[in-house]
């Protein structure tokens, strides 16, 4: 899904959530990410898990600075992409995390367009060389495809009077 200029946050984050999966395959509870918002693990969290909803929700949309910081640590991704107008999380992403990534970009500064051209060619052709054909990386990576979410407990289906009569017959026998 491309987000456009003027992407709210909750659709922002709504993206986030849908990647965001736990190993059941559930996303997350707003307690479970209102408790990630902590600086340190088991801290006191920046936000309340209603402040976490109304996000998510859009009843809010303006988080106070160290929310925003808790939101990102919540999901993993830079601040900048939490912010308005900021929507390439691929690129802020190699940006934070690609040391190299920023010296080329600081290096390139000063070269205007030309320069920002041939740095563009260049990740073309490596790209290439590394078997990557697909120039169309998308502005957010793909989440890993859902994994089926196991079946919730309660209670059982209501079995026909021939099918209760089959399973009694079948424990009684002990198959």
Do not use: C, W
């Amino acid at each position: 899904m491309p987000l456009g200029p003027d992407t709210p946050l909750s659709s922002k984050l709504a993206v986030l959530l849908s990647r965001k999966r736990q190993r059941d395959g559930r996303t997350p509870s707003t307690r479970a990410l209102a408790a990630e918002t902590a600086a340190t693990p088991g801290g006191k969290p920046v936000m309340t898990h209603q402040v976490v909803n109304d996000l998510l929700n859009g009843v809010k949309s303006d988080p106070k600075t160290t929310q925003l910081v808790g939101l990102a640590r919540a999901f993993g991704v830079p601040v900048a992409y939490l912010l308005p107008g900021y929507n390439g999380l691929t690129s802020l992403s190699v940006y934070e995390e690609h040391q190299d990534a920023r010296e080329a970009l600081r290096l390139i500064h000063d070269l205007g367009e030309t320069g920002a051209a041939e740095l563009l060619e260049a990740a073309r052709e490596i790209r290439l060389r590394h078997g990557r054909s697909d120039l169309n990386v998308p502005e957010v990576p793909e989440p890993l495809p859902p994994v089926a979410e196991p079946p919730r407990p309660g209670r059982r289906r209501r079995l026909s009077f021939t099918e209760a009569a089959e399973r009694a017959v079948s424990d009684l026998e002990g198959n």
